[in-house]
């Protein structure tokens, strides 16, 4: 939850309005939570002069799930344990009233951020172990940046087995940051060292590759769905489940390139050609049947994952007094799930004759889909749209057009939405990103 302060910028002195954060409820704000873990809680950008303010206040941590309660008064603050029993007081109002449990009557206290981080990544198994592992991997990333061009090859060649995944998108998170902080220069930098990581180390190698190799699956698959025709029926995709039944990859592909097709009547059909089929082919009917079925687990969950957080995020919008202030908060979920999400919201609304309510979501709605339609900066369309083109080589090329016209602007945008799908866990989409980025800061030169 937040609060609407007015707060004075350290730099110029410029007084500004910010929604200082105050209670943290995990599961309606995953968002909120997210931006706790990465430091980036109740930090502001003058408008005035671009200065980060960080504000120290009060903050109160739910997890009901994990039956976590944490109070943090800073002790920057010098809060008298008096003052401090009666601020965490009033933080505990704003609790839920409903389904009050015993864990809830005494939190625990966490003296600093730092602290409150710590004890909150610890409640979702990440141990003081993987935490000092992550600042390792971040003072290593920063040694990576500060090496001159010979340094840096020596530091890849020394460190190739310890680079990955994570080490990748550590730079990405940290450029991200160094923006957020009002330092595009020194994010450049860190994005350029990247670039050459990605083309010179092992796994940099292998993860193009890699992206390669499921695009061209992908692709493969999309080719021979579409030489089947308008008119192909549901025996022809049948078939064609069973020739991918030994190619767990293509089978993957097709499942998710025509998930609607995969219903009751699809597996029904799929029995009655068991029952037809040879002795010696049965195996094969019922090894389909149990990819098939983990597959569309799979989708259907990743698919529900996403209503999920389009319904937290309707969440936090519904109960933001400045619509405009919230939308342009939470500009990077708005999605199609989102729109369908505040589309049934809206018509329940309108069902219950909850006029307020209604009238509220009808003026979300509208304000997203002017966005949408007028307002979405032409960066984060072309991200849209190299996220969807069928290949790494097409969204190359939806890359060097857009580099041409908005230059390293595209990439702070590239680098900020690949953080929030590393964020959401959507690696399959953000690795794509992140060989994009590398390979257009290589492309701008080291001058850039």
């Not at 009033?90 to 710590?118: C, H, S, V, W």
């Not at 029926?233 to 990859?249: C, G, H, K, S, T």
């Not at 945008?413 to 929030?420: D, L």
């Amino acid at each position: 939850m937040q609060q609407g302060s007015a707060i004075r910028c350290s730099n110029c002195g410029q007084p500004f309005n910010a929604h200082v954060y105050s209670y943290i409820d995990a599961q309606k704000d995953p968002q909120a939570k997210g931006l706790l873990v990465n430091q980036q809680i109740n930090r502001f950008q003058c408008p005035n002069c671009g200065n980060v303010n960080v504000v120290l206040a009060p903050l109160l941590y739910h997890d009901a799930v994990k039956e976590l309660l944490i109070a943090c008064v800073p002790m920057e603050l010098n809060f008298s344990k008096d003052q401090q029993e009666r601020v965490i007081g009033d933080l505990m109002k704003q609790l839920p009233k409903e389904g009050f449990k015993a864990y809830m009557f005494n939190p625990k206290r966490a003296l600093t951020m730092n602290g409150l981080i710590e004890m909150v990544l610890g409640a979702d198994g990440v141990t003081p172990e993987m935490i000092d592992e992550a600042k390792k991997r971040t003072a290593r990333v920063q040694k990576f940046v500060e090496a001159s061009d010979a340094e840096l090859d020596a530091l890849i060649a020394a460190h190739d087995s310890e680079i990955d995944l994570a080490f990748i998108q550590t730079f990405t998170s940290l450029a991200q940051r160094l923006v957020q902080g009002g330092r595009p220069d020194m994010a450049q930098a860190v994005l350029a060292t990247q670039a050459v990581v990605v083309q010179k180390s092992s796994y940099g190698k292998e993860l193009q590759q890699q992206q390669a190799e499921q695009e061209a699956v992908v692709q493969d698959v999309a080719d021979r769905l579409q030489a089947m025709g308008a008119g192909a029926r549901r025996e022809d995709l049948a078939a064609l489940a069973l020739d991918f039944v030994d190619d767990e990859m293509r089978l993957q592909a097709l499942v998710g390139l025509v998930r609607p097709v995969f219903d009751a009547s699809f597996f029904d059909l799929l029995k009655q050609m068991e029952s037809d089929a040879p002795d010696t082919e049965k195996p094969k009917f019922a090894r389909l049947n149990t990819l098939l079925s983990q597959y569309i687990m799979l989708i259907d969950q990743q698919a529900q994952l996403r209503v999920s957080a389009a319904v937290s995020v309707l969440q936090s919008m519904l109960e933001e007094p400045d619509i405009d202030a919230a939308i342009a908060r939470n500009a990077h979920a708005i999605d199609e799930t989102l729109i369908a999400v505040l589309n049934a919201n809206l018509q329940e609304a309108q069902r219950r004759r909850d006029v307020q309510t209604s009238a509220k979501l009808k003026a979300i709605y509208e304000r997203v889909v002017a966005l949408i339609q007028q307002s979405m900066p032409e960066e984060v369309v072309l991200v849209e749209e190299l996220l969807q083109a069928p290949s790494l080589d097409d969204a190359r090329a939806i890359v060097m057009d857009g580099m041409a016209q908005h230059g390293e602007t595209l990439i702070d945008v590239m680098a900020t939405i690949a953080q929030q799908l590393d964020e959401e866990g959507r690696t399959d989409l953000s690795e794509r990103l992140h060989i994009l980025i590398a390979e257009a800061q290589s492309a701008l030169g080291p001058s850039a």
